[in-house]
């Protein structure tokens, strides 16, 4: 079975400011894809960045960039010049390749200070 | 291109009850996954449909059931509403192509919000 871990209910950062939110999973498989979504209080889940498990290489999508760490099973995502925009709750998700289904983690709510 | 719709927006419902709610995939779409997304949680996949087919399903009791439309679109079915049932319903619509191998990234629509009484 699959799970995925956010330890950090909430989290905060000054505006322009870096921060940077902790997810951990567990699969046995070695095919697979990790996530980040944002949901804000409209509710429509976002993707913010995608990653490949067989890619060492760290995904980044303008201020937002990931610590992929394989053999940890650890993936980070950091925020980086963190905008008032930027509040909302972040998820973490892995899907299997080929899978059906994605699993996500509980959350973690990003408040961002004028 | 239109995006993943879902209605309706909101619906309260008294236990015991049935609902039925309802997804537009996203333009070009064959698949339609739901997931239920309780108050202060992460969405717990509920299950999938493929060509009008159920393609995988999660740890959901058998009241929960679907349907897929030749148009794509899907709809959730809950029997004997419970208080626990109270959450966000989430439709996520991919383009699904066979063989392993393939990213489907999914596309979710806004969420109806469920209350049960």
């Known amino acids: 079975a699959q799970t995925v871990t956010q330890s950090q209910p909430e989290m905060s950062v000054q505006e322009a400011e870096t921060v940077t939110l902790s997810c951990t999973y567990d699969?046995?498989?070695?095919?697979?894809?990790l996530f980040w979504y944002k949901q804000p209080p409209s509710r429509q889940m976002i993707l913010v960045i995608r990653?490949?498990?067989?890619?060492?290489q760290n995904a980044t999508e303008n201020r937002f960039s990931v610590n992929f760490q394989k053999a940890a099973k650890s993936f980070s995502l950091k925020i980086s010049d963190s905008q008032l925009g930027d509040a909302a709750m972040y998820f973490c998700?892995?899907?299997?390749?080929?899978?059906?289904?994605?699993?996500f983690g509980a959350g973690t709510r990003l408040f961002v200070k004028a | 291109e239109t995006g993943v719709t879902q209605s309706p927006t909101h619906l309260i419902k008294t236990r015991g009850q049935q609902v039925t709610l309802r997804c537009s995939s996203q333009?070009?779409?064959?698949?339609v996954s739901w997931y239920q997304q309780a108050l202060g949680q992460g969405p717990q996949f509920i299950f999938q449909?493929?060509?009008?087919?159920?393609?995988g399903r999660g740890n959901f009791p058998p009241r929960f059931s679907g349907l897929q439309f030749p148009n794509y679109s899907s709809e959730l079915n809950v029997n004997a509403l419970e208080l626990d049932d109270s959450a966000l319903y989430l439709c996520?619509?991919?383009?699904?192509?066979?063989?392993?191998?393939?990213?489907?990234?999914?596309?979710f629509g806004p969420g109806t919000r469920l209350t049960v009484l």
């Open positions: 996520a619509s991919s383009l699904l192509r066979p063989g392993k191998g393939n990213y489907n990234e999914q596309f």
């Open positions: 333009s070009g779409h064959n698949t």
């Open positions: 699969t046995s498989e070695s095919d697979y894809y």
């Open positions: 449909y493929y060509r009008e087919e159920e393609n």
């Open positions: 990653q490949e498990a067989y890619k060492q």
């Open positions: 998700a892995l899907a299997l390749l080929g899978g059906f289904k994605t699993i």
